[in-house]
């Protein structure tokens, strides 16, 4: 099973991304999904995940500008980002629990220009 994460890039302050996440291989289940963010020397911070019944959770620092959401039919996780700040430059990380084990998908990188 892999994740394959896409959609960072660079923006301006203010400007949107969406990353999505898909995960492949032999699947039967999963559970957990969602986005982790931590880039060279800073603390590793889980920014939101969602589990199989839809239920959500946000870190404090993007509440209110970034939802979560899943399109299980095909196995994807997907972050909508609005309202970016410099300080959400990261490179972000997707997660899911597949099969009950964690996979975990390459990096993204965001870059918010002020």
């Known amino acids: 099973v892999q994740l394959q994460a896409s959609g960072g890039g660079l923006v301006q302050a203010g400007g949107s991304l969406r990353l999505s996440c898909r995960a492949s291989?032999?699947?039967?289940?999963?559970?957990?999904m969602g986005w982790y963010r931590q880039a060279t020397e800073k603390q590793r911070e889980l920014v939101a995940n969602i589990i199989a019944g839809g239920r959500t959770f946000y870190a404090d620092s993007v509440k209110d500008r970034f939802a979560i959401s899943r399109d299980n039919a095909k196995n994807t996780v997907y972050l909508q980002m609005n309202s970016l700040k410099p300080e959400d430059t990261d490179v972000y990380y997707c997660?899911?629990?597949?099969?009950?084990?964690?996979?975990w998908g390459q990096g993204t990188p965001v870059t918010v220009s002020s």
């Open positions: 997660y899911a629990l597949v099969n009950r084990v964690w996979v």
């Open positions: 291989g032999r699947i039967f289940s999963i559970n957990d």
